[in-house]
């Protein structure tokens, strides 16, 4: 119990968060969307880890979660770059269009 | 531990180079940096057992400190191989720090004693991969390989925090050794979602391994990569994402073997029949070799499930990734230098190379057979070993598949080997090889003779 909610509340809320944020990436079409949902995933997670960590009483938790944010940022500032190159290139965003690997 | 201090000050070391103006001796310095972190590394081997930083979060110890020789050999040749990719463009030193930050992560991966490292070393291995899997600006191709690399590495990421996330509220640590002490204290007793956490850490490395059903982004992304940035990925990675597996399901989830053993084995069952039937199917050389990966991939993850029961096939495991590094360089630098010579990347641009260049297509003969499993080759005792840790496992039938799809793979590496030797060639101007390139061609090919000629030496010095 945390605030006097069950921590099986926390858990179905992250977990219907990251089962959104998957089917955002492999369902939507918009680059910067399927950004967005990777980012829902995450912050999935770090929803789920915060709660894990009052519920243990133990602060590695939310330290991992401060990883978790640095990485995070990492990761899309690499891939804007990648998006903005690609933009350059073809001008547009849609992933229908980047298949110029055969499959 | 001085080794990965070594290769991170020299990533530093490399971005500052392009400041001050002395992009020359980047190169010099980095191979000499890999080799005092070789030598470090050798030492640490010698003087102790294991030795623990930062609060036991890593910890060198010998099987930490073997793959971490291999991959460390392996980047030194990729290094000297390497040099035509840092001359493509003018942002040098940016290429060459990158490749010496995904080399530290790749090191981290192989010392982890904590999910924190654990996720940390995944993350700065791949971050800096993604960059260089796109770093041909131009190219509309390469610029797609990053982008799916990116988009299918974050997913996997996702997907293995949220095991780490559920491990944690179950165990209440992140410590490798106190989960491990909580699953033999609670038995019977673990609650469901520790099950899920492992199988989603599981199924996040089959991702990152480029193991089917969940194998779909590596080929594209091999295809797209400059050939030079595939080989690194197809062994440093490789290597590295092996040793974190067996670190984590050796010493992390062994107790709870029961729920992912038989999901491992159905996941092995798929990556031997998916690649080898697909790969015989190709007309790239490039992407033949990214689902022959793949199956190699499988290989490797026998040895994980293997050691269920007996907990000692860890040499098998180094003897395979050393075997299939070996091969992976020769076949992806002959590739480099086909396709740099005007050629393009399909099986009819190697025909009648023997004519074209003897040395050359001696090599790249040497490399097919050892990927293939023929005897005397590196990758035969590879193979061997695999399948003599297998044989008392209850899973003998992935055994038998495991044979009969190496058959299905025979069939396409001779394809090369057939348009080399037995095909005549549409230009007959000799090959050109750079002297580097040369180099580790000979001596790849040299390890991979005499680590099948030797095997038991190689293998006794890995028992631990």
Same mark, same amino acid.
Request: with cysteine.
């Given at each position: 119990?945390?605030?006097?909610? =069950? ?9 219907? *968060? ?8 492999? $369902? ?19 929803? *789920?880890?915060? $709660?894990?960590?009052? *519920?243990?009483?133990? =602060? ?11 990485? $995070?940022? $990492? ?8 998006? =903005? ?19 | ?30 191979? %000499? ?32 400190? @073997? ?5 460390? &050999? ?7 191989? @390497? ?49 260089? @899997? ?25 997907? %293995? ?44 490395? &089959? ?117 299939? &590094? ?139």
């Amino acid at each position: 119990m945390i605030n006097g909610i =069950s921590i099986n509340m926390y858990l179905m809320l992250s977990t219907i *968060l990251f089962i959104i944020g998957a089917v955002g990436v492999m $369902a939507r079409r918009n680059t910067i969307i399927l950004f967005m949902c990777i980012e829902l995933m995450l912050n999935a997670v770090n929803l *789920l880890m915060v $709660a894990f960590s009052t *519920l243990h009483n133990d =602060s590695n938790g939310q330290v991992f979660v401060f990883f978790i944010m640095a990485v $995070a940022a $990492a990761e899309v500032a690499v891939g804007l770059a990648i998006l =903005s190159m690609i933009y350059r290139n073809i001008k547009s965003i849609d992933t229908d269009l980047l298949t110029k690997l055969k499959n | 531990m001085k080794g990965l201090l070594i290769i991170s000050a020299l990533g530093l070391l490399a971005m500052l180079a392009e400041i001050f103006k002395v992009k020359k001796i980047i190169l010099p310095l980095t191979l %000499l940096g890999i080799i005092g972190a070789l030598i470090a590394n050798y030492f640490e081997w010698n003087t102790t057992m294991s030795i623990s930083y930062f609060d036991n979060m890593i910890v060198f110890d010998r099987p930490a400190l @073997a793959f971490s020789g291999i991959i460390l &050999c392996t980047a030194f040749f990729w290094f000297i191989m @390497a040099n035509d990719y840092f001359h493509e463009d003018t942002n040098v030193a940016d290429h060459y720090s990158l490749v010496l930050f995904a080399l530290v992560g790749a090191l981290m991966l192989t010392a982890f004693k904590n999910m924190t490292t654990l996720f940390l070393g995944v993350e700065i291995m791949s971050i800096p991969l993604y960059v260089l @899997a796109a770093s041909k600006k131009g190219d509309i191709k390469s610029n797609e390989a990053g982008f799916k690399y990116l988009i299918m590495g974050s997913f996997a990421s996702a997907v %293995l925090l949220f095991g780490i996330a559920l491990i944690y509220g179950a165990t209440g640590s992140f410590d490798i050794a106190a989960i491990s002490n909580y699953l033999a204290a609670n038995e019977g007793n673990i609650p469901k979602f520790f099950h899920v956490g492992v199988i989603f850490m599981l199924i996040a490395f &089959c991702f990152k391994v480029s193991a089917a059903p969940f194998h779909f982004w590596a080929p594209d992304v091999y295809e797209g990569s400059p050939t030079l940035i595939t080989a690194l990925m197809s062994t440093v990675v490789k290597t590295a994402a092996f040793a974190a597996i067996f670190k984590l399901f050796m010493l992390a989830f062994a107790l709870s073997s029961p729920v992912w053993s038989s999901i491992l084995a159905m996941i092995i069952a798929l990556s031997l029949i998916i690649s080898n039937f697909t790969a015989a199917t190709q007309t790239s050389v490039k992407r033949m070799l990214a689902y022959s990966s793949i199956s190699h991939a499988a290989f490797m993850l026998m040895v994980v499930l293997a050691n269920v029961r007996n907990n000692s096939s860890l040499d098998a495991l180094i003897y395979y990734s050393l075997a299939y &590094c070996g091969g992976s360089i020769i076949a992806f630098a002959t590739l480099h230098v086909i396709s740099s010579n005007g050629g393009d990347e399909s099986f009819t641009a190697f025909n009648g190379l023997s004519k074209r260049s003897p040395l050359l297509a001696f090599f790249m003969a040497l490399a097919m057979l050892s990927l293939a499993g023929i005897p005397v080759t590196a990758g035969f005792f590879g193979k061997y070993f695999v399948f003599t840790n297998m044989i008392g496992t209850p899973y003998k039938w992935l055994l038998i598949m495991a044979v009969l799809t190496s058959g299905v793979g025979v069939y396409y590496y001779m394809k090369v080997i057939i348009a080399m030797y037995f095909k005549s060639a549409d230009n007959e101007t000799a090959v050109e090889i750079k002297m580097p390139i040369k180099f580790t061609i000979i001596i790849a090919g040299i390890v991979t003779l005499l680590i099948g000629i030797v095997p038991g030496m190689i293998a006794q010095l890995f028992k631990f």
